[in-house]
């Protein structure tokens, strides 16, 4: 059977399972767990369900995974990452999505553009350099991608980069010129690491492809893109690990600098099994320093109030953790379909606007927002110094007088309460229910989650993954 429509049948056939009473061992999972299993044998109490898909999933895992140890970077020498994929698989928007994550982790990286092929590869990448503020080789005039690798990497080693990534050009497996020409481009530059790039979209096709690539250059690891679009569940990521015999890195999800994701077996198949990303959502939490403002939370949970300074706290805790609705398909038994269309990124954009007019307000105004409810000439000054008109100054007052509403309430309940006070789902979405980030409505969000599950719990069910 084909790699890649392995996950398909075995989700089919878990619904299936799911749905019906008794197990019919026809049900395909033969091929996954083999000999592991021998229903028949089973004490009638046993939960042959529970069983079979925990060794499924286990068994997918280990499909996924090769047993090799990642690539890691050497500090203080310089690591040269090659790129190679298909036409179109996201190649030169993840070099500059890995090049972004280097630089944000404190190491000296740069991009080399070595696609002479396709007319606009060196402005995408050039421009994606700037946008993700790493040094940028390439050069209009030189054909020679070979010497264009070269030049670039011999640029970048001699002034001490650590991180070099060289973007090549995309092709596909019956273009054997450029396929030598791939191998060329590596023999020269001596890559420490040859990333294979594969759309997570790609079909029956993964696995010829990805051997293809990995017998003409050393492929040493693998990145599936595009796993946010609709429907791709990435299965053809068991073909590329089968026939690289790599462990995939990283996955984009989804067309900006930052929507790269660290790849995680586990969280990875429970994905393809339809079980939600809680690994996911607690390393974006932990990231975006939200749990670091304790001090931060404390205060507000004693005063019972929430200034604009806290506000923009939150926000900038939120802006770390990227586009709302990417967040929030992330939990399980979410259904992200509820959300409008584009919600993440308007409530970005607006987030990022709100977080400009708090930037030309004084200390005094952030600690104490009543001071523009007794001088209007306040607010026309932060509108001229921030850029932004009178109206979405007032209408960012108003949110946030929202905002203080909602969880000055909820504050106030918390202190000294038992269990933190957390009140639960089905209360904070009551609560909420007028509240929106972007055109999101959160308290509509909540209730989605059932009204069962308290935040506390969550977030405790969030470390147990860990
Ligand atoms: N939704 C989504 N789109 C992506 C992702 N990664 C890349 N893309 C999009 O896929 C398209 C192709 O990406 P490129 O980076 O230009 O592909 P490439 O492999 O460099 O293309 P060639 O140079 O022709 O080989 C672009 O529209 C990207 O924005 C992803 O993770 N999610």
Redesign the pocket.
């Known amino acids: 059977m084909v790699l890649s429509q392995l996950g398909g049948k075995i989700t089919n056939a878990l619904k299936k399972m799911a749905n019906s009473t008794v197990i019919d061992e026809s049900q395909n999972f033969g091929i996954i767990y083999g000999n592991k299993v021998d229903l028949a044998n089973m004490d009638s109490g046993t939960n042959k369900r529970k069983i079979i898909k925990q060794v499924v999933f286990d068994e997918l895992c280990k499909l996924v995974d090769p047993g090799v140890e990642p690539f890691k970077p050497v500090k203080g020498k310089p690591n040269i990452i090659m790129f190679v ?1 298909l ?8 070099c500059s999505k890995m090049a972004y994550y280097y630089k944000n982790k404190g190491w000296k990286t740069s991009l080399v553009c070595a ?1 002479t092929f ?1 007319a606009g ?1 060196y402005d ?1 990448l050039k421009q994606n350099a700037t946008k993700a503020g790493v040094s940028f080789y390439g050069s209009y005039t030189e054909s020679d991608p070979v010497k264009a690798a070269k030049d670039g990497v011999t640029n970048f080693t001699i002034q001490d980069y650590e991180i070099i990534i060289v973007d090549t ?2 092709r596909h497996k019956q273009e054997k010129e450029l396929f030598q020409e791939m191998k060329q481009i590596s023999d020269v530059i001596k890559p420490n690491n040859v990333v294979f ?1 594969m759309d997570g979209s790609i079909g029956q096709s993964a696995y010829d492809q990805a051997l293809a690539f990995h017998s003409t250059v050393p492929v040493g690891s693998v990145i599936i ?5 609709k429907h791709t569940k990435g299965g053809g990521a068991l073909s590329a690990v089968a026939a690289t015999k790599s462990p995939i890195i990283f996955f ?4 900006h600098i930052y ?1 790269l994701e660290l790849f995680d077996v586990k969280s990875f198949v429970g994905r393809l099994l339809g079980y939600g990303d809680f690994r996911q959502l607690f390393d974006k939490i932990q990231d975006s320093g939200i749990e670091d403002k304790a001090e931060l939370y404390e205060k507000m949970i004693e005063r019972g109030d929430i200034t604009l300074r806290d506000m923009y706290e939150q926000y900038k805790a939120l802006q770390k953790m990227g586009p709302m609705d990417k967040i929030m398909e992330l939990i399980p038994g979410f259904n992200a379909d509820l959300l409008p269309k584009g919600s993440g990124e308007e409530s970005q954009v607006r987030i990022h606007k709100y977080m400009c007019i708090m930037d030309s307000m004084t200390n005094k105004e952030l600690d104490n927002p009543k001071l523009f409810d007794q001088n209007s000439g306040r607010i026309s000054r932060v509108a001229r110094g921030s850029g932004h008109s009178i109206t979405v100054v007032k209408q960012m007052l108003e949110e946030h007088k929202r905002f203080s509403k909602v969880f000055g309430a909820m504050l106030k309940k918390m202190k000294g309460s038992k269990r933190g006070g957390m009140p639960n789902m089905n209360q904070l979405a009551r609560n909420m229910g007028n509240m929106n980030i972007g055109n999101i409505n959160i308290g509509n969000m909540l209730k989605n989650f059932g009204g069962g599950m308290d935040p506390s719990s969550l977030m405790k069910a969030m470390k147990g993954r860990k």
Do not use: F, H, M, P
């Open positions: 994929g036409q179109g698989s996201g190649k030169t928007t993840t696609d396709r590869a995408q050009s995309g790039v893109t595009k796993l946010d679009v984009g999800s989804g067309e929507d």
